[in-house]
């Protein structure tokens, strides 16, 4: 267990569908991540949050929409995918220490959680 | 451009060592991650390399040469465990984490 935790784990949509995701972090971090797990496919970076705002968007699709309502949740709402989008989704977090860009900005570790496997239609 | 090598598969014996090598390009560096992922489950963080040189921890190392855009993942001792994908993973700013496409490693008795 790395205190990352995602729901829900399994999920088959339709193209026609909306559903959400979701992730939880009992890590006390502050930035929070969506990541796409293609098959054999490097990981990709989708979406950065840090203290509740959107710091990067990696010219991901309008059909999948971040919400971070605060520091310790993340949502991904999903509408109208395509087959393709078919993928595992991982949520990251991490404490999210210094400024988000420039001097004095850090990597930090991140945590992932499980993944929701998603498969469309 | 922003780029990261490492090899598809690997294959090693239990209690042998195993080096996994990884290459990047980069136009900003930030630090260089492994991670461990077990089929259908998260990655877990390994080691985190920003400096030239060697981190050991345990059964495993991790090396790191900025000059040369390289780093490597050793495992001593190998074990069935260990039968795992290994991502070498480069930052390029504000946690921005770069992935390879992972290794996966098989180990046989």
């Known amino acids: 267990e790395t205190g990352v935790t995602q729901t829900p784990r399994h999920l088959v949509m339709g193209m026609t569908n909306k559903k959400s995701l979701k992730c939880e972090q009992h890590?006390?971090?502050?930035?929070m991540y969506w990541y796409k797990q293609s098959a054999k496919k490097p990981l990709e970076l989708m979406f950065v949050y840090s203290l509740e705002e959107r710091v990067e968007n990696n010219s991901v699709p309008s059909r999948f929409s971040p919400e971070c309502p605060n520091s310790s949740h993340l949502f991904l709402h999903l509408h109208t995918l395509q087959p393709e989008d078919s993928a595992l989704y991982l949520c990251?977090?991490?404490?999210?220490?210094?400024?988000?860009?420039?001097?004095?900005?850090?990597?930090?570790?991140?945590?992932f959680g499980p993944g929701t496997r998603l498969t469309v239609l | 451009g922003q780029n990261i090598d490492q090899p598809t598969e690997m294959t090693a014996t239990e209690g042998a060592i195993v080096q996994i090598n990884c290459t990047y390009q980069?136009?900003?560096?930030?630090?260089l991650f492994w991670y461990q992922q077990h089929a259908g489950e998260a990655p877990t963080f390994l080691s985190y390399?920003?400096?030239?040189g060697l981190e050991e921890k345990g059964r495993f190392s991790s090396f790191l040469s900025r000059s040369k855009g390289y780093s490597y993942l050793l495992l001593k001792e190998l074990q069935m465990k260990d039968s795992a994908s290994y991502l070498c993973?480069?930052?390029?700013?504000?946690?921005?984490?770069?992935f390879g496409a992972g290794t996966r490693l098989a180990v046989h008795p």
């Open positions: 390399n920003v400096l030239d």
């Open positions: 993973a480069h930052s390029g700013g504000y946690n921005k984490l770069i």
């Open positions: 990251a977090s991490s404490q999210g220490r210094g400024p988000p860009s420039g001097p004095g900005s850090f990597t930090d570790t991140q945590y």
């Open positions: 890590l006390g971090h502050n930035a």
């Open positions: 980069t136009s900003g560096f930030n630090g």
